[in-house]
């Protein structure tokens, strides 16, 4: 198995159309196919920065979340 060959396979492990890279010949454009169906909306971890120093991570309503933990 080919590396294009295989980035097709997880494309379409991921939700797409097989026929939409049939014709697909270079990783380069795999990889920015899968980037088309990667979702948008779903972030697996909070952004932070420094002010966040302290705090811990938790899951509330089903995503992650950053917060100062209790005395």
């Known amino acids: 198995m080919t590396n294009v060959e ?18 697909v010949s270079l990783t380069a454009d795999m990889i920015a196919a899968i980037a088309t169906v990667l979702p948008k909306d779903t972030a697996y971890l ?6 966040n120093n302290g705090d811990v991570l938790t ?13």
């Open 59 to 71: 899951v509330k309503e089903g995503k992650w979340q950053a917060v100062t933990p209790a005395p």
């Open 46 to 51: 909070p952004e932070v920065d420094a002010t």
């Open 6 to 23: 295989a980035l097709k396979a997880l494309y379409v492990a991921m939700g797409g159309d097989a026929d939409d890279v049939a014709n």
